[in-house]
T-cell receptor, first 113, second 116 residues
Framework: NAGVTQTPKFQVLKTGQSMTLQCAQD?????MSWYRQDPGMGLRLIHYSVGAGITDQGEVPNGYNVSRSTTEDFPLRLLSAAPSQTSVYFC????????????FGQGTRLTVV | AQKVTQAQTEISVVEKEDVTLDCVYETRDTTYYLFWYKQPPSGELVFLIR??????QNEISGRYSWNFQKSTSSFNFTITASQVVDSAVYFCALSPERGNTGKLIFGQGTTLQVKP
């Protein structure tokens, strides 16, 4: 019963490096999202997708790319890591329809030095 | 503009006290959903409750209760007889656009510390 799986759980990057945070869900959910959590700011939406092949920007998209080639996977790419991207990243999925809730992964703690 | 405000940054209580966490939201949508999530020290996000904008009935689940008032745009959360295990960060969130839960708007979170 995996739910939403994020890898890795922890990552340290040097400024300027690129990497991909992986997110996979096995619930056949149509909606998937990426959030970042920073102290005192709650969770802020980076990018989201309402289905395979469809993505859109959230509140803080700069410095991040996403793609959704399958229903199951929604990777988040950091193009050139910056210390300001040090954060905890959460992936979420939810089924289409109003009477649902989002299911979250365990989070990825990213440090950019 | 869509916004969720949790004005209480940190709350500290002694075990068995009742505590209320405040949540105020802003939206122009007539149909929307409100949520509460709990984030224990282990870091995961745990869903607690969902409420739609047409249902203003209060809800009780064990020691937890929620008070939704559209007139004041508030969705407050009360823990009765708090326990140490309730220590966590609690987030209130809004799902605009007819419940598109792919785009949650979160409040800043309230850190609750329950001391033995």
């Amino acid at each position: 019963n995996a739910g939403v799986t994020q890898t890795p759980k922890f990552q340290v990057l040097k400024t300027g490096q690129s990497m991909t945070l992986q997110c996979a869900q096995d619930m056949n959910h149509e909606y998937m999202s990426w959030y970042r959590q920073d102290p005192g700011m709650g969770l802020r939406l980076i990018h989201y997708s309402v289905g395979a092949g469809i993505t859109d920007q959230g509140e803080v998209p700069n410095g991040y790319n996403v793609s959704r080639s399958t229903t199951e996977d929604f990777p988040l790419r950091l193009l050139s890591a910056a210390p300001s991207q040090t954060s905890v990243y959460f992936c979420a999925s939810s089924p289409r329809g109003p009477n649902t809730e989002a299911f979250f992964g365990q989070g990825t703690r990213l440090t950019v030095v | 503009a869509q916004k969720v405000t949790q004005a209480q940054t940190e709350i500290s209580v002694v075990e068995k006290e009742d505590v209320t966490l405040d949540c105020v939201y802003e939206t122009r949508d007539t149909t929307y959903y409100l949520f509460w999530y709990k984030q224990p020290p282990s870091g995961e996000l745990v869903f607690l409750i969902r409420r739609n904008s047409f249902d203003e009935q209060n809800e009780i689940s064990g020691r937890y209760s929620w008070n939704f008032q559209k007139s004041t745009s508030s969705f407050n959360f009360t823990i009765t007889a708090s326990q140490v295990v309730d220590s966590a960060v609690y987030f209130c969130a809004l799902s605009p656009e007819r419940g598109n839960t792919g785009k949650l708007i979160f409040g800043q979170g309230t850190t609750l510390q329950v001391k033995p």
